[in-house]
């Protein structure tokens, strides 16, 4: 899906979640991008690849990724494999795996959940101190352990910028 479509179908329901959360829909819209491909892999609604912890109570699907790691002995559902690698000067591991995700009955319900585990979780105060700054919130959630992407904050606030030109 090209940027000003997705932002076009899915700006509303990012709106919806701001006004219920405080959380920028830029930042909402932003994340739900970047973690699909603008939307082209967002199965069952999964646009932030949320995990799921138990993988049996329904409401998950078992999906392939790919997760960085400074260790060489993670647990996984599956995996697929585990390459070294240097990024940025540091030895690390790039794991492809299977691993339990969320699904969502609809796309409002999927951001509406992802930004209560930003709510709802200690290490994002200091994000939520600057929820209304998409750039600065991508940077703090990079900052507490949001994701494993060694260029999550960087790569997140070009889409931020891309989206800001569509709306």
Request: with cysteine.
């Amino acid at each position: 899906m090209q940027p000003s479509e997705f932002v076009k179908k899915y700006l509303p329901h990012a709106r919806a979640t701001e006004a219920k959360t405080g959380i920028s829909a830029v930042a909402i819209l932003a994340q739900a991008a970047l973690e699909s491909g603008w939307g082209e892999a967002a199965p069952g609604n999964a646009f932030f690849g949320v995990k799921d912890t138990d993988g049996v109570n329904g409401n998950e699907q078992l999906l392939t990724t790919t997760e960085y790691s400074r260790r060489a002995d993670l647990k996984f559902p599956v995996i697929i494999s585990v390459t070294p690698i240097v990024r940025n000067g540091v030895k690390m591991f790039r794991y492809k795996v299977k691993d339990y995700f969320r699904k969502y009955s609809t796309a409002e319900e999927c951001f509406t959940n992802h930004a209560q585990f930003f709510l709802k979780n200690k290490r994002y105060t200091e994000a939520l101190s600057v929820k209304h700054n998409p750039v600065l919130f991508a940077r703090a959630i990079a900052q507490a352990g949001y994701a494993t992407a060694p260029d999550y904050a960087k790569v997140l606030t070009g889409v931020i910028n891309t989206i800001e030109k569509l709306v």
